[in-house]
């Protein structure tokens, strides 16, 4: 018998040189894709084509290939098609609603990879017709927040939120996607709260309605009101704000267990001692045996709850017992600034790295622009945490301690730290911890010039609510001196190459603003009489750096008066 192939819709016979046979649906895409209306020879043409399976491949195919002069001769049938679509949502038949669904979803991305250059109102008018675009989006939308909240299967609700996340991603920038003001008029926000708050439909679908919810906050945020950023401000439902927090627990557990799978795969060796992590910057493959790939979305999803939500504050400062999700999410997700979430109670041992992978996997090459932005967001994330007060008093609270394992990059002027029981220590230990790591790791000429002020500036904000609250941490400040004094070291070395990049002065000014600070609050929050010995030991040991400073500052500022 001869053997039967499946391309592209087409069915033929291999072993015949007979014209080859399509698909019936591929047939019945052809007639929707002809200038006549496919109902004026089959009458049931509609019902019969969301019975069929869906070809998604040849149907997104077959509109990127029509040119917008094409698409509008037959935008009519195109019309028809979404308008079918949404009426089959309706059905009760839950075939015909699935193929609807992913009918939709070819039309979303096919009229969108084509017609790029268009406007958004061309792509509506293209779609569903500008007159009636109001009315189906109104109908789609209901009919989505239909589905999510009701009894339907699993599987239904979350095709649903794929239609979503498609739909809002089918432009580069989410602000000139258009079709999303009828998403803001229609608001889907409850259900997304409702899948959040609930156990069995988060551990189902969690993750994408967190990155639904996380786009759909961004569409036009400094432009125009967004009901998203409203509804999401005032959010303080504890069941929900918790759902919404172990989801991105749940997905930074996932990210920090990979990254260690792949630490100890590659232990061992010369070789892997160089190609640890941030020093993959300096070989070429390194980052193909360490790195994990990072997901912004998940990070995008932190920042938006911790900049838009005071209450969600109190989820990161709270312990919750550990939860298995069902699902894990397709794509790795990265490390961030809060996994305090989902900790162990205080003094066990705790697998955090707590935004370790700043200094780690999102900073490994930084001619890549996509980790250069993981890194900055991460650091944003920190800074609207240590602007917080409730965030601040969790931090620094003796009574919560954890132990927290943060990676070290071996480097030649420090050994690789022996294996040692890690300390039991508030969290803002880690945290600066992480900031010394950053500071020492990443002097290089590509000079992350607005990370490195930002992490500055983390350190300033948390050193200020200890001076407030007269908080005298047990921290080994004398790494911080060294890590700072170094910092400037790097400055004065590189002054030439990095003036003609960045107002290095800034940079400078809080370095020396932060030694000001020690130097004259410091008796409100170092541990000891001694700590303040040790720094005027390391500041007049290092004087030469503050004076060739000084240098540096008054001869640009002779050269400006010219």
Sequence with gaps: MAQIEKKAGLLRRTSSSKKPLKEKVVLMYDEIFAKEDPTKNNPRFWDELFLMKVNLEYLEGKLESLDGDEVMKIKDNINSLFHHCVQALGEEHQIKVVNALQTLCALF???????????????????????????????????????LCGDGSESLKSLCLKLLLCLVTVTD????????????????????????????SRAQHGYDAVVLLALLVNYRKYESVNPYIVKLSIVDDEPTLDGMGMVIHHALTEYNRQYKDKEEENQGGFFSTLSSMVGSMFIADADEKLSVQTNEAILLALYEAVHL???????????????E????????????????????????????????????????????????????????????????QYADAFLHDDNMNFRVNLHRMPMRHRKKAADKSIPSRPLVCAVLDLM????????????????????????????????????????????????????????????????????????????????????????TFLPTPSSYDELYYEIIRMHQVFENLYCMGKKSSLKLSK
């Design 173 to 200: 920038n989410i602000s000139q996607n258009t079709i999303l003001e009828y998403v803001m008029i229609n608001s889907i926000f409850e259900a997304i709260l409702r899948i959040l708050s609930d156990v069995s």
């Design 325 to 388: 999700m069902a699902t894990t999410p397709a794509t790795p997700v990265p490390a961030s600034p809060t996994t305090p979430l989902g900790t162990t109670p205080p003094s066990l041992d705790s697998e955090l790295f707590f935004c370790a992978h700043l200094t780690i996997d999102f900073l490994c090459v930084f001619s890549d622009e996509h980790r250069l932005n993981s890194a900055r967001l991460c650091l944003i994330i920190l800074t609207c945490i240590a602007e917080d």
């Design 109 to 147: 991305r096919g009229v969108h990879q084509k017609n790029k250059s268009a406007t958004g109102f061309d792509i509506i008018n293209m779609l569903m017709g500008f007159d009636k675009a109001e009315l189906r989006m109104k109908e789609l939308m209901e009919s989505l927040d239909s589905l």
């Design 309 to 323: 939500n005071r209450n969600f504050i109190t989820v990161l400062a709270q312990s919750h017992p550990e939860i």
């Design 436 to 523: 010394v790591e950053f500071i020492i790791t990443h002097m290089m000429k590509e000079f992350p010039m607005d990370l490195y002020v930002r992490c500055v500036q983390i350190i300033h904000k948390l050193i200020c609510y200890q001076k407030k609250c007269r908080i005298r941490m047990h921290y080994t400040w004398r790494e911080l001196w060294s890590a700072l004094i170094n910092l400037l070291k790097f400055l004065l070395s590189n002054e030439t190459i990095l003036l003609a990049k960045h107002n290095i002065f800034q940079l400078a000014l809080q370095v020396v603003n932060l030694f000001n600070m020690f130097i004259t609050y410091g008796d």
